[in-house]
Structure formats: structure tokens, C-alpha cells
């Protein structure tokens, strides 16, 4: 199916999950995850009126920048390894994978202005996925008060793939619990106002739950 068929279907889908739990359709952003498909697949969703686009990759993102360039907004989704910020810190608008000190210096060193980013959180606690663990969030939070380049806008976590309803809704909640925590102290260098969780198979579901990003490849631009 075309992008714009999907995302029609995709956009009823948001309606409902906002109607159920009296949200905003508004507040509610849809980032296109990329990593799998065509530059040419890419553009369609801009064509189709997604403005946000995803990548995991420093090589799939400079790929398709390279002929898309700023007529998207970049989010970095993926594992982001130390050495290859400089490479793509230009590029992103959005990096979701923020999780340890090494990775916060050198994106503070590299930006040249505040560079909004999402901590990532293993609320599930899967060996195999990255992240803190719930615990060491608050914590992480603090350390980073001094980095002038760094704003931490929100919490972003990958929930398992499952079809448990109640499992998921936990692991949402616990993301969201913890959001409101941090919020709350209001740090200057932290508002975190955002829940970056929910993809194809879930993301209904995380937005009934306070989701206000919703990452979305195979549902949307396809495998």
C-alpha cells in the first residue's frame, strides 16, 4: 500500500486512541521510521504530510539527507555510539537514545546550539535491549545540569513485543510515572515534557497512556 493510504488508516487509529482517553489528536507526533526502506520511500511520506522522519543509522541517515536535507525533521532513534555523533549532530533535530554520560559529553562538545534529547529508559529490563533502568533516571537527569548544549525534552522507551495488553499498559505507565516525576522538579535543563514509546504494533495503545511521539515503521512506510 501507498504511504498515504497507511497513514490514513494510521491517522483514524490516533483519533480513536485520543478519543478514549480525551487527548488532543494535536498533540500527538508521528515519526516515520525510515531505517528499512528507500530514500524514494522516505520522500513519499513527506509527500503523504509526515514531517518527521526516523533513522537508527549513521549511514541510512547522511544517505537520505543527503537528497532530502532539511525538508524533514531527523529524529535519531537508534544505539548512538560515541564517535559517531560528530557525524550526524548537524542533521538531527531530535536524538532519542540519550543513556549514558560518554554519549552526553560528546554531543554537548559537538552541538553548536541545545540539542533537544530523549533519555532512554529500559523500563522492561531486557538484556537485549539499551537503556537506564527506572532507577538510574533522576540521577542521570541531574549529572547532565551543567551541559549547556543538552535539553532533556523527554523519556523514550521500546516496550517488548507482545501481544499483552496489561503488559504493555505497565510498562507505558511506569514511562509516564516517571516523566511526571522528573517534570515536576522543573530543571531548567530538563523539562522533559514528552513520552517518545509506542511503535506499528503498540502505539494505540502508548498513546492511551500518555504517549506524545509514536515511532512507526513496517504500519507506515513498510519493511
Known sequence: MSVE?????????IEQAC????RAKEEITVIAV???????RAQEALQAGIKHLG???KEGLLEKYETIGEEAAWHFIGTLQSRKVKDIIGQVSMIHSLDRKSLAKEINKRAHSKIPCFIQVNVSEEESKHGLNTSEVESFVETLE???????VGLMTMAPHTEDEEKL???????????DRIRDKRYKHAPCEYLSMGMSNDYTIAIEEGATHIRLGSSLVGE
Do not use: D, H, P
Not at 493510504?5 to 487509529?13: M, Q, R
Not at 478519543?19 to 480525551?22: H, R, S, T
Not at 511506569?174 to 516523566?179: E, G, H, I, K
Open 5 to 13: 493510504a497507511n497513514f490514513a488508516e494510521i491517522k483514524k487509529n
Open 19 to 22: 478519543e478514549n482517553c480525551k
Open 34 to 40: 525510515t531505517k528499512y526502506v528507500s530514500t524514494e
Open 55 to 57: 533513522e537508527n543509522r
Open 146 to 152: 551543567n551541559y549547556e548544549n543538552i535539553r532533556i
Open 169 to 179: 499498559r505497565g510498562i507505558f505507565r511506569q514511562l509516564r510515572a516517571l516523566r
